[in-house]
């Protein structure tokens, strides 16, 4: 079965679930279950992180929110200086969010780092994190939070490559 990455609505749940599906039916121990007549369609992850000197816009976080739903990705956007940027799904639409992103006015935008699996993704949804925010003009993020949010999503290492501590 082909199913686009094109979401109008439902896709995103039925790309979702048959990824669910063949990752369960692969778990199946063949010695005690009958082989089944199916189709084995192996779902290739990436997951794409960006380092910004900043991300204040909200038209550019917008059309992030637009592109991840339309494309089927999960992640988050960190808005503020630096803004950070999680994008995970499929190979090609990793691939058309970057061509997205990249096409914007940036002062700085660098992929900081990219990750290939054929595993499912870490994050359900592609959301805005908003942690304490401080500095002079109530832009700068807690870091600190942010750090630990890694942690509680077992991406402890990324924290040390995005910002090359």
Sequence with gaps: AVVSTQSTGGECVVLNVMSELSEFL?????????????ETVK???????????????REKRSHMMKWSKEL??????????????????????????????????????????????????????FKELIFDVHGRANNHQDLGQFRNFLESQRLKDTFQILFNV
């Design 26 to 38: 692969s778990d199946i121990d063949e010695s005690q279950e009958p082989a089944l007549p199916t």
């Design 43 to 57: 779902q290739h992850y990436s997951r794409l992180w960006y380092y910004a000197h900043h991300i204040y816009s």
């Design 72 to 125: 089927c990705l999960s992640g988050f956007i960190l808005p503020g200086k630096p803004g950070i940027i999680c994008v995970e799904g499929s190979k090609e639409s990793c691939k058309e969010f970057n061509s997205k992103v990249r096409s914007m006015n940036w002062q700085l935008l660098k992929l900081q780092h990219e990750e290939s699996s054929l595993r499912k993704t870490k994050f359900v949804e």
